[in-house]
């Protein structure tokens, strides 16, 4: 992960550990069956380790490969047949998505994360994380988050899963060109994320986005494997008067849940 | 509600069993579960209950308690090292039984081979070599004398190791390595741990000896006690001692000698270093007799086992580290196998010798070329780190050549220049300072490299404005000392042409380690070719004004005297050194023009995607480049310009490829003695004709897929 601003341990938490009590919706790979997560929020992990955070990207990085590696040598007897109109997008809506996401990204990966990475990514950013849907099942999830990185406006991608009988027919592709377009809307000038050098599907993917290989990072994950930083620049967009204007027409037009309801009766049952 | 307490009764007896924390004086235990119900069932989804100071960012450090994934201390079986002594994991000795006792020490041995070699690979050494109980405990094994030397030998190499690779200052990437912190590394009397081992080399050879000796003989012997009891394998026994303690001694012998300043040990370290490998030989050769072992049976499928015997040592535990292990979320590392530990040792040692056989040239070009040559067979961290305490030792190069001296031999300036006072400026330290840096960088591993040879190219066009000031300053003011004041001019002008070289040699590393490390999609080839290629006119130009301003004769190499008139006039039109640049040049234009060619013929390797254009990921490669402005008036415009007229049918004519291979040819003379050159030569010459042949199938029949490989 590119990883925000400071170390939170500034003002935040300081040199004790805190305890925090919260409640998710149930999952069913939780050893914790009364619902509650018991979690001890650390700071030593960061001060262990200046790097830490690299760490935890490293940590998160090689979980992502699982997603798509298996695209390769896995024997395509359960792919499940569809139309690719039968995919439904959503938009992150809530709280009744999170578990679908988690247990899309659990089930797919050999490690969980902790309720609160996920929370941090469809809490501050919900409108850069989708969710694809086949006759009411969640079959794919990308999650995203974008900010302020060394005077750069970046979008970042996090995670990206597409289960697998539904692999191989554009699903991944379509989730993260919704969140990227998204993006580009919201003023970023690039978005990035990292994937391991050995995991091609995730590298064609990209690649026809657009992305280039910016850097290789030399035994980045835990398991050994280097991993290249995915970096895809926006063009810078024309100082043109006209076109500006344009631009605004087209995101008022975009944005139906901001208009207030009174001018579009049609809308007044929006939950 | 019934559920839950049933789940929780579960819980707590699926809760690892330990002894229970006894209430103290001024605490008792309370049991809090129904409050945690309750405070549960007020909760709504989502909803959470934090401190003031709680962050999200923050939260995804977060541990689940008990969570083997996450909490590292829930994975051991012991909670401390006292209590896996207690439990019996390490005894010492091994066995009552000598034999086994002898068998297990020798998988112990294996095993910490494996280890070293994965912690050489990457890992942390807490989790490695330091999972070894014996090793954490050292005291225990006193009584145990093969045991406790080689643990002693053990100790003192990985300290040596560690001091070589923290010398060299290791950056982010490689930074597990020397993590040492809660770990017994420093012993006393490590130093004469080589006199432990070579007392119980001596008794083992003893052992041998009167193993081997006929029945007859065997009372003039010494009365020595045997190895261990069973007679038919006393031989095997020894012999798998010995190669394995010698290893260790001649390794450490190693060590110590490539740590001599400048050098020195150089020699003595190249015959430790066959010795190793000799020793490492006879080590795989064990491998038979021990897994046969005690039982006379084979074991099976030893792949992927860590000793040579295939079975499982007794003593170590990675998991009584985990506190002072690195603080990575708690995952089992998968220790090398001894097969490739032993590869792994053969080709450091391999590595090892390259640099000891350098001849330490004095000259900067010959350091740039026994770098990048060396780097070619991937060095790991071990050996890259003792290449870069070689070559920067005291801010000097191999801590003999000052800085300045080798920076006024590299710009081809006369050698009393080396001492002018020009060296204590303000810019001429912080070139020193750069091409320290720069010395340092080129021996990283290659993607580190890359990006930091990237960055610094801001830093040499900075130098360069500052030193084009300097002589604009000195140019203009009159000093009393005539004769001082032209030599400042001359030294800059000659500095400041080579920093400019230097500029683009690094410019042109920077390319072409994109290659090697997989940076480029083929859809990009044809912008990197045409990049390299101008950055490669540019370093041509300025070896060439370094040449022509030389003071000294151009070096021939390898000429026989008959043949030195017609050498001398092919010589002096252009240097060997440009004619090399050349062959690359041609063979990057021709490359370029190809793709260009192909992209506008056949309309092959182009990629359309919704987000950008082919402008935004010239503009993302070139970056660093085109920031420092290297070179000059290059932009994505100009790039269009030159290939967009390229045509499948005017490049069959203007054969680029052709040229490359005429030059390479003329030139392989120039370069008899030097192997290195003359294989480049010989790989330039494949290309060339491999693309020319290419180029013309491809006009002839518009095939759709060329191999293009470099």
């Given at each position: 992960m590119a990883g925000g601003g400071a170390c939170c341990g500034r003002g935040g938490g300081g040199s004790e550990d805190s305890i925090i009590w919260a409640k998710s919706p149930s999952q069913p790979s939780t050893s914790f069956a009364f619902g509650l997560c018991l979690v001890l929020t650390s700071n030593k992990i960061k001060k262990r380790h200046p790097k830490s955070r690299s760490l935890l990207a490293a940590r998160l990085g090689s979980e992502l490969k699982e997603t798509m590696e298996q695209e390769e040598g896995e024997a395509r007897m359960h792919k499940v047949e569809f139309d690719p109109s039968e995919i439904e997008y959503v938009s992150?809506?809530?709280?009744?998505h999170l578990p679908l996401i988690m247990n899309l990204v659990d089930q797919e990966l050999s490690e969980p994360y902790s309720i609160f990475t996920y929370r941090y990514f469809v809490y501050l950013w919900p409108h850069l994380s989708f969710l694809a849907f086949h006759k009411g099942k969640c079959v794919g999830t990308v999650v995203c988050k974008m900010g302020e990185h060394r005077s750069t406006f970046r979008g970042y991608i996090a995670m990206l899963v597409v289960i697998k009988p539904y692999r191989g027919r554009g699903i991944a592709t379509e989730l993260v060109t919704r969140s990227i377009k998204v993006m580009m809307e919201s003023g970023c000038e690039e978005v990035t994320l990292e994937a391991e050098v050995t995991n091609k599907g995730a590298l064609a993917l990209y690649g026809r986005l657009g992305?280039?290989?910016?850097k290789r990072l030399f035994r980045y994950y835990l398991n050994g494997v280097d991993a290249f930083r995915l970096k895809l620049l926006f063009p810078c967009p024309e100082i043109h008067p006209s076109l500006s204007m344009m631009a605004d027409k087209v995101e008022s037009h975009g944005h139906h849940d901001h208009i207030a309801p009174e001018e579009c009766p049609e809308h007044h049952h929006i939950s | 509600m019934a559920e839950r307490d049933a789940e929780e009764a579960t819980m707590s007896h699926q809760a690892p069993e330990r002894s229970s924390i006894p209430s103290g004086d001024n605490t008792v235990w309370a049991d809090i579960s129904p409050l945690l119900d309750a405070a549960c069932k007020e909760l709504g989804d989502g909803e959470m209950i934090h401190?003031?100071?709680?962050?999200l960012f923050a939260a995804m450090s977060a541990l689940e308690i008990m969570d083997p994934k996450m909490d590292s201390?829930?994975?051991?079986?012991?909670?401390s090292l006292d209590e896996a002594i207690e439990d019996g994991a390490a005894p010492v000795p091994l066995s009552h039984d000598k034999t086994i006792d002898v068998q297990s020490i020798i998988d112990i041995m294996d095993h910490l081979l494996a280890c070293e070699a994965t912690w050489h690979s990457g890992h942390s050494l807490a989790q490695t070599v330091f999972s070894c109980i014996y090793l954490l405990r050292l005291d225990r094994t006193s009584s145990h004398a093969i045991l406790h030397s080689y643990c002693r030998v053990i100790r003192a190499t990985c300290k040596a190791v560690v001091s070589v690779v923290s010398d060299a200052r290791t950056h982010e990437e490689e930074d597990l390595f020397s993590m040492t912190y809660g770990l017994p590394l420093d012993g006393d009397g490590d130093e004469k741990c080589l006199s432990f081992l070579n007392a119980v080399e001596e008794t083992i050879c003893r052992q041998l000896r009167a193993c081997k000796a006929p029945s007859s003989k065997k009372r003039v012997l010494e009365d020595i006690e045997p190895l261990q009891h069973n007679l038919d394998l006393e031989e095997g026994f020894c012999k798998a001692l010995l190669c394995r303690l010698r290893f260790r001694k001649h390794f450490f012998h190693t060590l110590a000698c490539m740590r001599r300043p400048q050098g020195r040990g150089f020699e003595m370290a190249r015959k430790h270093i066959a010795s190793c490998i000799l020793e490492l030989e006879s080590i795989l050769k064990s491998a038979e007799f021990l897994r046969f072992g005690v039982c006379g049976t084979c074991k099976d499928g030893i792949e992927g086992k860590t000793t040579a015997s295939g079975h499982t040592p007794i003593g170590f535990d990675a998991s009584l580290n985990s506190r002072s292990a690195?603080?990575?979320?708690?995952r089992a590392i998968k220790i090398l196998s001894w097969k490739r530990a032993v590869e792994y040792f053969v080709k450091l040692l391999h590595d090892l010798d390259v640099i000891c056989s350098?001849?330490?040239?004095?000259?900067l070009e010959g350091v740039l070329r026994f770098v990048v040559q060396f780097q070619k067979s991937k060095p790991d961290l071990v050996a890259r780190a003792h290449l870069q305490v070689l070559l920067v030792q005291d801010g000097k190069l191999y801590g003999r050549y000052p800085i300045f001296a080798v920076i006024t031999k590299a710009s081809a300036l006369p050698e009393f220049t080396k001492n002018h006072d020009i060296q204590k400026s303000e810019c001429f330290m912080q070139l020193g300072q750069l091409v320290i840096n720069m010395l340092k960088i080129l021996c990283t591993n290659a993607a580190w490299q890359r990006r930091k040879l990237g960055k610094i190219l801001q830093d040499w066009r900075v130098i360069y404005v500052q030193l084009e000031l300097a002589l604009r300053n000195e140019v203009g003011e009159v000093s009393s000392n005539m004769d001082d004041e032209k030599m400042s001019v001359k030294i800059l002008r000659h500095v400041l042409n080579w920093v400019e070289e230097q500029t683009y040699w690094i410019a042109s590393r920077f390319l072409m380690l994109g290659f090697e490390l997989d940076l480029y999609s083929p859809s990009e080839y044809c912008m990197v070719y045409w990049y390299l290629y101008v950055v490669l006119i540019k370093l041509a130009e300025k070896t060439h004004f370094r040449m022509a301003v030389s003071n000294e004769p151009i070096k021939r190499k390898g000429k026989k005297k008959k043949d030195s008139l017609k050498e001398v006039a092919k010589e002096s039109r252009v240097h060997p050194a440009i004619l090399f640049l050349q062959c690359h040049m041609c063979l990057a234009e021709g490359l370029t023009m190809m793709l260009a060619a192909l992209r506008n013929d056949l309309m092959v390797l182009q990629s359309q995607n919704p987000f950008n254009t082919e402008q935004e990921r010239f503009l993302q490669h070139f970056e660093l480049l085109q920031k420092a402005c290297i070179p000059d008036h290059i932009s994505y415009p100009s790039f269009k310009e030159s290939t967009s007229y390229a045509r499948l049918s005017t490049l069959v004519m203007y054969n680029y490829f052709k040229d490359a291979q005429r030059i390479a040819k003329e030139i392989k003379s120039s370069f008899s003695n030097d192997p290195e050159k003359l294989a480049e030569l010989r790989r330039i010459e494949q290309v060339a004709e491999h693309n020319g042949i290419a180029l013309n199938v491809i006009s002839r029949v518009g095939a759709l897929d060329p191999s293009l490989k470099v």
């Open positions: 992150y809506g809530g709280e009744h992305f280039i290989r910016a | 401190g003031e100071n709680f962050n201390g829930i994975v051991s079986k012991y909670c690195a603080p990575t979320p708690p350098y001849s330490l040239d004095p000259s």
